[in-house]
């Protein structure tokens, strides 16, 4: 059983009557109803809850933790990110979305200011798949087309991707690389791009399955178990 | 179910008695008794079988081949390691062994010479994990300790890995990129060092453990389907 | 004093008026004569000279080697191609253009097919920059803009790039992963996608500016002195 | 010219015996007179200085900042240590030694906890080159030997290196990824391993020939300007 929380500052659905039409019940449950299934138990938490639902017992629970966060990102408390950070890297997953790109959890992830360009003009993106191989892209076609989105584009300033697996097109003349993975720790952190709140992309099926085969992806393997600190010799010296 | 072959051009065992001793039924019976399991169809293959065990039919239907060579790389014929080659591309997985770094299907996918320095005297190589998040070191601990190994040393010429899991320490002084994962195509390929004739590795369970965490990395996942050659435009030019 | 061939097949120049009246003296001498500077000394090699240009003193004296082949690309020797292969492991630098994506050094170098999506539309690419901090990128803005380009899609079946310098977008809808390097033993290879025949693409100061700055990235630096072949242990056993 | 500052919390010189012997002037001192030539000039800083010597005017005049520091690691500023952050995200090279593993801006900059083992025996440690092609091991031959180091053992819990250029092998067992390089925003960071402060490490002609190396490597090349933050579409939507 892998154990999912979906994270959700849940601010703009409360706040804008489009988000609210699109997001009744918040992206949070959008997302969770659309990569529940078996095998996969999914949860949620938001930024209003104690601890902002994000407990040492819930992070404890979790093998996988997916972030939303935009208007409010500074009221996320830096211990709540030292303790995501921490599970982290003892081997939770982490699935960040659009905007999260500039939460406090991911930029102390990647040690860069995750930077970049962006526009509200609802134009047309296309994530193309540039690594087919890749589990997460699993049951794509060659790309996945979002006709209504936000364009973020490059300059992205993150660390070189371990594994880039989309890259955007956008009508207006730019491209992102919406799709990269990394290895922190015993854990593994997904950024996926699309998913503005004023557009209805966590409906769309493709959207969905990218995040569930992520969740497959991210979760933790029970891996190898590192050694730390103060050791003796395994030979004679 | 993941259907899995393994390759052994199966000839030391029948010239040595060391290694007859050690593999009486060959190496690819020893190595597929080891990782058949639930859900993990094992077969075998070696080189003086009709076109080398590695008929259409055969590699059509499997999904990740394991490859054991040594003193008859010359004679895999060309025909055969492009068809290998060919379904690699395809999305079937290759777990190459040990003295495989110099079969024609290695290098072939990996374009530089994979030379490196060796030696045969019984050392201890001692396999450090380096990526302890990876799939492919799931369930060990710190490192891998065999006691007598022939030794790999660096320089290793392959292309820097997309991936580096395990990193070989040697009594006599070197140290060996001894997991390395690359994507090629829409397959996955691991190559593994460890495994000399003349030494029981692949009857090392945690050797055995590895090569049977590396068929569940590389069995094909259905991946994306990439479109190629000429193309009409999705949008007005 | 850093040491260019440019090698070009040469062939459209002298069969498309078009191409001719872009390329008078061929492309070969467009590009040299575009990047030679103080500290840069450029030759030129063609197809239908002897071995085609490309004889082992040629070679043992050429620190960076550019390729551009389309038409012709099965009339080159397969033993000049082995022996272009053997000087990049030994250390030369090769920048490859646009369709000599298909050349044969360039897919034994790769281990994959380099297969893509194209289209002859004279459509706009701009090619951006997703990585400010590498060299090859010196001295650009965000984006370097052609009017009028053939287009190449992804997916590009090429190893995933070990830095990704630039990506292109397409007025008609696709993306590419237009700028990637690659070490292949002790030499560099930077694929470089713009370039098509018909366009005067070789004569943009960027796009000259680009390959200038590859050379100098690719020029091999005497680095480290690698060790191959049986070996006596550093460390008593 | 290249403009150089090396770095040291200059602690253990005046606290130790030993260190002061091999150091008396400071190990910043010695790096810096081992690294100066033609075109690069070297200044020196330190934690007592005001601001730790690096105040906006000094690090608005440095290409490349060299940072060796163990004890002190916690007296350094937060303040300094995010305007050394943004410095390297605006281009300025870094270069980390050491026990500088744990020191906030490599933690800040990688983003793990970069945890290692360790032991101090005075054993030997040899640095294999396992990226001959690489500029920061130019001039070099198979390995460096250092008679007597501190050990540092895998697991090191940094990110995936975005190029590995040496691994370390240690008499006790160990290895290590001693070499290992990072692009960070506009800047680029060098990680190199050796240097404990009671052996002679940074006397080695070798370790000096690698500092210098990575100074050239990493110094920032005015490369493209990205852009950040709302944008009009380039193209009609």
């Known amino acids: 059983m892998t154990r999912v929380i979906v994270w959700n500052e849940y601010i703009h659905e409360k706040e804008n009557k489009v988000v609210e039409s699109l997001y009744p019940r918040g992206i949070h ?3 969770a109803d659309g990569i529940r299934k078996d095998g996969v138990e ?36 830096d211990y709540i990110v030292q303790r995501v950070h921490q599970r ?16 406090k ?13 962006w526009r509200e003009a609802g134009e047309k993106e296309r994530l193309w798949v540039v690594d087919p191989a890749h589990p997460i892209a699993e049951g794509l076609g060659a790309y996945i087309e979002l006709e209504h989105e936000e364009m973020y584009g490059e300059h992205f300033d993150i660390p070189a991707p371990e594994e880039l697996v989309f890259v ?21 952190v997904f950024y996926f791009r699309p998913g ?8 769309n099926q493709e959207v969905l399955r990218v995040i569930s085969n992520a969740v497959q992806w991210a979760a933790p393997k029970h891996g190898a178990t590192p050694v730390y600190g103060n050791a003796q010799p395994l030979e004679q010296i």
Chains 1, 2, 3, 4 share one sequence.
């Open 29 to 31: 449950n959008t997302i």
């Open 42 to 77: 999914v949860g949620t938490a938001t930024l209003e809850e104690h601890e902002h639902g994000l407990t040492e017992e819930v992070l404890n629970n979790t093998d996988v933790l997916i972030w939303w966060g935009h208007a409010g990102h500074d009221r996320v408390e």
């Open 88 to 103: 982290v890297l003892k081997g939770m997953g982490l699935i960040v979305l659009h905007s999260g790109h500039f939460s």
């Open 105 to 117: 959890i991911f930029k102390s992830l990647m040690g860069t200011s995750c930077d970049l360009k």
């Open 168 to 188: 955007s097109w956008f009508a207006g003349g730019e491209v992102f690389r919406s799709g990269v993975t990394y290895h922190r720790g015993q854990g593994k």
């Open 196 to 203: 503005h709140e004023t557009y209805p992309t966590y409906h």
